[in-house]
């Protein structure tokens, strides 16, 4: 009697072959390519082959990067016309000097501070104005118009902002902290980030060390009222304060610091633990085997 058996996959367990014809398998073609046979590189990183590549490229990147930056500041741009001032960029058919909506909402409140004595006399209280800016703000992004001409013909032909009580060449007595390099004006235009902000406004100081900047006693502030902050629902104060080798308040600064070096001590902690755990793990399986 004769018997006739169906060839079976024995590499994907696949149905059986029909009679007469071969068996069907998944198995890859016998070639480099499918068996993953071809030649490969893998680069081994140590230390002596990655540090000086790292070097390499701040040698080579550094040196470009500051010619491009160099060069592309060395590029000049004119505008015309600009949008930058709008809608406060003319007034009365004469170009606002200075333009813009920050300059037109320039802080403009005048604060006085006086020591109220025994017989409650005032004793004005020295604020120096000057010195308030950044240096690089006051002597090189913001110049007077060129000329040896008064301040007044220099900004001829321009009008002052909307708000403003007075033209900018009008804003102190003193030369050189008029117009656009008064510093008043130079700390309102450097714009904060949030809505709630500070700015400086004026500096108290210290005759020497053997005196408080400040005696203890009773203080009479005076404000002219001219910035109107109803309008939005905003808030004035002042505030006298103390500063430091690090200048003014400013926790979120050390919190940062704190946070940061706790999270790297942590992180050297469990590492050091983890290592030193297989470590002795390693140690342990050496001397089994």
């Not at 004005?124 to 308030?132: A, S």
């Not at 992004?141 to 040896?148: H, L, V």
């Not at 109107?228 to 979120?252: E, Q």
């Amino acid at each position: 009697m004769a018997m006739n058996y169906n060839a079976k996959d024995e590499v994907d367990g696949g149905p059986p072959c029909p009679p007469g014809g071969t068996a069907k398998t998944r198995r890859p073609d016998n070639t480099a390519f499918k068996q993953q046979r071809l030649p490969a590189w893998q680069p081994i990183l140590t230390a002596g082959t990655v540090l000086p590549t790292f070097f390499i490229i701040g040698l080579i990147f550094i040196p470009i990067g500051i010619g491009i930056f160099v060069t592309s500041n060395n590029i000049r741009e004119i505008e015309n016309p600009s949008k930058e001032c709008e809608p406060y960029r003319r007034n009365e058919d004469k170009p606002i000097a200075p333009c813009g909506a920050i300059a037109n909402s320039m802080f403009n409140d005048t604060l006085e501070l006086f020591q109220v004595g025994n017989a409650s006399d005032l004793t004005p209280i020295p604020l120096k104005k000057k010195g308030i800016a950044w240096w690089t703000d006051k002597n090189v992004k913001f110049r007077n118009p060129p000329g040896t001409d008064p301040l007044e013909e220099r900004f001829k032909g321009t009008t002052k902002p909307v708000n403003w009580v007075k033209p900018v060449y009008m804003l102190d007595s003193d030369e050189d902290n008029n117009g656009f390099i008064n510093e008043d004006f130079i700390v309102w235009m450097r714009t904060a980030a949030l809505p709630t902000f500070r700015k400086l406004y004026r500096l108290i100081e210290r005759k020497n060390d053997l005196h408080p900047t400040l005696p203890a006693g009773r203080y009479y502030l005076n404000i002219t009222y001219n910035y109107p902050v109803h309008s939005f629902d905003g808030r004035k104060r002042m505030i006298l304060s103390t500063i430091s080798w690090m200048g003014g308040k400013n926790p979120f600064l050390g919190i940062a610091y704190i946070t940061i070096g706790s999270i790297s001590f942590l992180l050297g902690v469990v590492l050091l633990v983890i290592n030193h755990k297989y470590r002795n793990s390693s140690n342990t399986a050496d001397i089994t085997i």
